[in-house]
């Protein structure tokens, strides 16, 4: 079971949003969606800085989604001890999940201007999603109850970011999530906002994602082939593969060789949920201390014909079972 947490921030003295009504489509839309049981969904109000780091400990949740406002390279605005504005900058919040990066596979930044802050936490997480402009208050609703619909079906995250954005609509709302003093208003017309509007998703370096034809059964592969200056270094690999009977991930180090690393598994069933490759080279340490190493390894995942590659290799245990 994936774990949602939802972090809602509407301060005293900015413009008010409907985040209560964000909340409630969402949950509506996952209640009502044929893999429900595959998720747990929690909300938490009025948010303060430390309460993003109890919600990670507490619940250790896949999934986090915050809503509110943003002030772009200022950062997020939640409330302080008194309900009164406090923006938390780009550079904390990236180092805050960074900490839980074993556990977040998806943040999701549904206030104006976070693409700032997507950018910088996607060097830690697989998916961030931020918005590039000001966003209108029902947009952001539209896009978020499209996203999770879409996860609600069985599709993986980048497909569901699509039906997000497919849901998008022009509306009459000017209410957006920039922040303003409350009962102010920007002079900016809908069609100017909603032209300019655009959700960002951002995916982390080394990370494959695939989805095999519902009807094959049989060998599937995953190819990784490195940067050249990371060939013939030790690498983390981590495939992670959903079913219809739980979670499963196949974790391990290998020295992948400059020709590529071609790991082959079998798919013994019709489901057609995505399989997830994320590939991390390892610092070297030297007796002057680590030096770090860039990923720009491409990874690719597909069935039926293998690719030619240096090395082959079959994966088809120590496959472990994931609970959330």
Same mark, same amino acid.
């Given at each position: 079971?994936?774990?949602?947490?939802?972090?809602?921030? &509407? %301060?005293?003295?900015?413009? $008010? @949003? =409907? @985040?209560?009504?964000?909340?409630?489509?969402?949950?509506?839309?996952?209640?009502?969606?044929?893999?429900?049981?595959?998720?747990?969904?929690?909300? =938490?109000?009025?948010? =303060? %800085?430390?309460?993003?780091? $109890?919600?990670?400990l507490d619940i250790r949740p896949q999934i986090v989604h915050f809503c509110g406002h943003g002030e772009g390279d200022a950062g997020l605005v939640l409330e302080n001890n008194v309900g009164e504005l406090q923006l938390v900058g780009t550079a904390a919040l990236s180092g805050l999940f960074e900490l839980f990066a074993d556990s977040v596979e998806c943040v999701i930044l549904n206030a104006c201007y976070s693409q700032k802050q997507a950018d910088v936490i996607t060097q830690h997480i697989n998916y961030v999603i931020g918005m590039n402009q000001a966003v209108q208050d029902p947009v952001a609703i539209d896009f978020a109850v499209g996203f999770y619909d879409g996860l609600g079906s069985g599709l993986t995250i980048k497909q569901a970011f699509e039906i997000g954005l497919a849901a998008i609509q022009p509306n009459s709302s000017i209410s957006t999530r920039k922040l303003i003093p409350e009962h102010s208003w920007e002079n900016e017309t809908d069609?100017?906002?909603?032209?300019?509007?655009?959700?960002?998703? =951002? +995916?982390?370096?080394?990370?494959?994602?695939? +989805?095999?034809?519902? &009807?094959?059964?049989? /060998?599937?592969?995953?190819? #990784? #082939?490195p940067e050249l200056s990371n060939a013939n270094k030790r690498h983390l690999i981590t495939i992670k593969w959903a079913s219809l009977e739980g979670f499963w991930q196949w974790q391990q180090t290998r020295v992948i060789p400059e020709g590529g690393l071609l790991l082959c598994y079998q798919k013994r069933n019709k489901d057609v949920f995505p399989r997830t490759t994320i590939v991390s080279?390892?610092?070297? #340490?030297?007796?002057?201390?680590?030096?770090?190493?860039? &990923?720009? +390894?491409?990874?690719? &995942?597909?069935?039926?014909?293998? %690719?030619? /590659?240096a090395f082959r290799e079959e994966i088809n245990s120590k496959w472990q079972e994931i609970k959330y």
């Amino acid at each position: 079971m994936k774990k949602i947490v939802i972090l809602a921030s &509407n %301060p005293q003295g900015t413009s $008010r @949003l =409907r @985040l209560d009504k964000e909340v409630s489509e969402i949950y509506e839309g996952l209640q009502r969606s044929q893999w429900r049981k595959h998720f747990d969904i929690e909300s =938490r109000w009025a948010v =303060r %800085p430390r309460d993003i780091h $109890r919600a990670l400990l507490d619940i250790r949740p896949q999934i986090v989604h915050f809503c509110g406002h943003g002030e772009g390279d200022a950062g997020l605005v939640l409330e302080n001890n008194v309900g009164e504005l406090q923006l938390v900058g780009t550079a904390a919040l990236s180092g805050l999940f960074e900490l839980f990066a074993d556990s977040v596979e998806c943040v999701i930044l549904n206030a104006c201007y976070s693409q700032k802050q997507a950018d910088v936490i996607t060097q830690h997480i697989n998916y961030v999603i931020g918005m590039n402009q000001a966003v209108q208050d029902p947009v952001a609703i539209d896009f978020a109850v499209g996203f999770y619909d879409g996860l609600g079906s069985g599709l993986t995250i980048k497909q569901a970011f699509e039906i997000g954005l497919a849901a998008i609509q022009p509306n009459s709302s000017i209410s957006t999530r920039k922040l303003i003093p409350e009962h102010s208003w920007e002079n900016e017309t809908d069609s100017e906002a909603q032209s300019h509007f655009m959700p960002i998703l =951002r +995916t982390k370096a080394g990370l494959g994602e695939y +989805t095999d034809p519902a &009807n094959y059964i049989g /060998t599937v592969w995953t190819q #990784i #082939i490195p940067e050249l200056s990371n060939a013939n270094k030790r690498h983390l690999i981590t495939i992670k593969w959903a079913s219809l009977e739980g979670f499963w991930q196949w974790q391990q180090t290998r020295v992948i060789p400059e020709g590529g690393l071609l790991l082959c598994y079998q798919k013994r069933n019709k489901d057609v949920f995505p399989r997830t490759t994320i590939v991390s080279p390892l610092s070297e #340490i030297y007796e002057d201390g680590v030096v770090s190493i860039s &990923n720009a +390894t491409k990874v690719i &995942n597909g069935h039926l014909e293998e %690719p030619a /590659t240096a090395f082959r290799e079959e994966i088809n245990s120590k496959w472990q079972e994931i609970k959330y």
